[in-house]
């Protein structure tokens, strides 16, 4: 079992439906100024594109693979807070996972609220709920 807390920042959860295993990243913004940039987890298209290559090491079949992606949200209250950086941390993870092939079956991202969300790497099953709620039922996901 694996936790994070998401505002503006994203979370990819991985899940390989196959063979019961899964990761998840969390990451701050959506890309690097420099491609050279050494901070994997700091970006979404490195920290992705990081989880997506390790997870295919093991099993290269991007079909058993299925994605949920959380946050983005406008949480910040300042005059210039527009919520693009949740909005380019959004995309940026899905680019990424188009670029595998990867199939996204659930995103709960944008609002002005955090999440958190707990995935269970063993078998898929994510429960994400807002920031200060009491915890909602867990919805398990399911290969298709």
């Known amino acids: 079992m694996t936790e994070t807390l998401v505002g503006s920042c994203v979370t ?26 050494p901070e994997i987890g700091t970006y979404g298209t490195s920290a992705t594109r990081q989880i997506v290559n390790a997870m295919l090491q093991i099993d290269a079949e991007p079909r058993h693979y299925q994605a949920s992606i959380f946050g983005g949200a406008a949480v910040l209250k300042t ?9 380019g941390n959004v995309a940026a993870a899905l680019e ?21 969300v707990r995935f269970n790497t063993q078998t898929g099953e994510i429960e994400c709920r807002f920031a200060g709620d009491i915890p909602r039922k867990k919805m398990p996901q399911r290969a298709e």
């Open 12 to 37: 990819v959860c991985l899940y390989n439906a196959k063979e019961g295993f899964g990761a998840m990243n969390h990451f701050l913004r959506d890309r690097p100024k420099d491609a050279s940039d």
């Open 79 to 87: 005059p210039n807070a527009d919520g693009s950086i949740g909005q």
């Open 96 to 116: 990424v996972l188009k670029a595998a092939g990867i199939r996204v079956v659930r995103q709960e991202v944008g609002g002005t609220r955090g999440r958190r």
